[in-house]
């Protein structure tokens, strides 16, 4: 492992606990995820140096900015950090050109003039150099924060928050300028964001958060469909998390066989678990495909069930609606679909449909006692354990 | 028209804003942001020359600076002159019940700074000192105007604390302010009206130049 790229492990239990193990590689862009509270901006400011964990060693590029054992830690000023701001912490009083030099090293003024330039205008500011930051809308703020935070050539990029503050269509304009200047862009990069398609669209790894602990790291697809327990499918809005019991692995076929609810699922191969193990199972929104009314097609042979829609509410272009696959007390199946979906199959509440749930989608996560499962789920999916594994005699068969 | 009297106002109330500047913008700042215990004591403290009357002020500091005082012995063992009745102690008089005129403003220039933007100063690698010139100083500037201009003009009109401290010596502890009151004593109302106009001219001006600058600087930002 080559010392390139930012380490930081923190531990604390108060003002704000954290218990947190991050890597970030040189031209790596890491998001850390998570509900509002659970530490993720305290630990950005924790990495820049603006606050002071309890415990804990941060490195980057081999070079050590932060030890609590060895009273090493580095001022913000001696870290060298490009840090984007969530209300961006621009210096109202000067105008984006001065911000931009104010980052940059005491070379001389005209040098650093240049350079302000032509950052700017990398970050598409050409020509609103001499405005004031309250004369400037709230995405070209956003740019000339971005554009200060590498002014100062930093060995690190740290992103709090940095979409929130600007409306939905400048928001996605400035995804995409992220994306391109990442290409370019070769130190490590932590942003900390609450919104998971961010993730998705950005990052090439993400650590989800909870209370200040690091719960899962990977890649962020990796995540969101493969949640390690049943507390991580929660954080990443997995909305169709249910307990079954394992019953058999076909090795040839590539499938495990679970029970859920007295009838039986193919998921793909999961070996961990032995036959007879209480599991909680998850499916991300992409594998559950709902029957075409007018005439079947293909995949409705995996895993197909049928249910009475419950609710059905339009999210703009698309739908959420409910699935009660059993008698309606039980917690439901939860389908994202087109509008025009719905539309074609007559979806309303109370009709009867058909829905598949792709065997390669279905994930399994340690059950009861194995991972700190969320109150919620221990209250209202209790029932839908089976009974005390009936089927445990013809399991492994 | 005693123009010596005004020309020690305008020393002392000089003399006292250069001292109180750096002391409120250390204090200001460290009062704005930073938490610790005793705090509120502190800012008690500070606040209560707007409260004390000062008379009661000025006796204290004629007690403790008088020869009978550790502090007034100190003063004369290394000056071999009194403190009391002289223009240092005027001076350091001012300074005291001046505390809350100065450091109150500042402290509130310096609260209205977001966090966000002094982090920000911080991760561009500022200096303490770069950071407090290039944006403290200007963000907080209302505050320390106001600061200023209380200051000067609290000066120039205080009577009670300047009477028990300083006396009434001409060049060196009568102000303008104890001029007015000796000229009425005196029953020779031209001279005390001739001084008041001045007195109220002056004050005027610096208040209105505040004014002025902070509008100024209002339409400024706005362009």
């Known amino acids: ?397 | 028209m005693d123009w010596q009297a005004l020309g020690l106002s305008l020393r002392l109330a000089a003399w006292t804003v250069v001292i109180l500047v750096p002391l409120g913008i250390w204090l200001g700042r460290l009062l704005a942001w930073k938490p610790f215990a005793g705090k509120p004591v502190v800012e008690a403290l500070l606040a209560l020359p707007l409260v004390l009357p000062p008379t009661v002020l000025g006796y204290y500091l004629l007690v403790a600076m008088g020869g009978a005082a550790p502090l007034g012995r100190l003063y004369e063992e290394i000056t071999g002159h009194q403190l009391a009745f002289s223009f240092s102690g005027l001076l350091a008089a001012s300074v005291l019940f001046n505390l809350p005129f100065a450091i109150q403003p500042m402290q509130r220039g310096f609260e209205a700074i977001p966090t966000e933007v002094r982090d920000a100063a911080a991760c561009c690698g500022l200096s303490t000192w770069r950071a407090l010139w290039r944006i403290e100083l200007p963000l907080a500037w209302p505050g320390l105007l106001s600061a200023i201009v209380l200051t000067f003009a609290h000066t120039l009109g205080e009577f009670g604390v300047v009477l028990m401290v300083g006396g009434n010596i001409p060049g060196e502890t009568r102000t303008i302010a104890v001029a007015i009151y000796d000229r009425v004593q005196a029953l020779d109302t031209a001279a005390a009206g001739s001084m008041s106009l001045t007195l109220l001219l002056i004050s005027l001006a610096a208040i209105a130049a505040s004014y002025l600058s902070t509008a100024a600087r209002a339409r400024h930002r706005d362009v």
């Open chain 1, 1 to 397: 492992m080559s010392d390139r790229g930012l380490q930081v492990t923190l531990a604390q239990t108060a003002p704000i606990p954290l218990s947190v193990t991050l890597q970030c590689g040189p031209g790596e862009l890491l998001a850390l995820v998570g509900p509002s509270g659970s530490g993720k901006s305290t630990i950005l400011r924790a990495i820049a140096g603006l606050i002071r964990a309890r415990a804990g060693v941060i490195r980057c590029n081999g070079e050590l900015w932060f030890d609590a054992n060895e009273n090493v830690h580095r001022t913000p000023q001696d870290r060298r950090v490009g840090f984007v701001f969530q209300h961006y912490g621009l210096f109202p009083h000067l105008t984006a050109l001065e911000n931009v030099m104010e980052a940059m090293a005491a070379t001389d003024a005209a040098t650093r003039r240049a350079r302000g330039r032509e950052l700017l205008a990398k970050v598409h500011l050409g020509g609103l150099e001499d405005r004031l930051p309250r004369r400037l809308s709230g995405g070209q703020q956003q740019r000339v924060a971005v554009a200060r935070a590498l002014a100062r050539e930093p060995d690190v990029l740290l992103l709090d928050e940095p979409f929130s503050a600007v409306d939905r269509s400048t928001r996605e304009r400035l995804y995409v300028e992220l994306a391109e200047m990442r290409k370019e862009l070769a130190m490590p990069a932590v942003l900390v964001t609450h919104d998971l398609d961010e993730a998705l669209l950005l990052a090439d790894r993400m650590c989800v958060l909870s209370h200040g602990a690091t719960l899962q790291s990977g890649i962020p697809y990796d995540v969101v469909t493969r949640p390690a327990t049943p507390q991580v499918a929660q954080l990443v809005g997995l909305k169709n998390i249910f307990r079954a019991g394992v019953v058999s692995h076909d090795h040839e076929r590539g499938i495990t066989c679970i029970e859920w609810r007295g009838r039986r699922l193919d998921a793909r191969l999961q070996p961990a678990y032995a036959p007879g193990t209480q599991v909680v199972w998850t499916i991300p929104p992409a594998y559950l495909v709902l029957h075409r009314r007018d005439r079947p097609s293909r995949g409705e042979h995996e895993n197909p069930v049928q249910g009475l829609v419950g609710s059905f509410v339009r999210l703009g272009e698309n739908a959420l609606m409910s699935v009660h696959v059993d008698d309606a007390a039980r917690p439901p199946l939860f389908l994202s679909i087109p509008m025009h979906v719905a539309r074609r199959n007559g979806i309303a509440q109370g009709v009867a449909v058909g829905v598949s749930l792709l065997a390669e989608g279905i994930h399994l996560m340690p059950g009861e006692g194995a991972g700190p499962l969320g109150k919620r789920h221990a209250t209202a999916d209790r029932e839908d354990a089976p009974a005390r594994m009936t089927h445990r005699g013809e399991t492994d068969a």
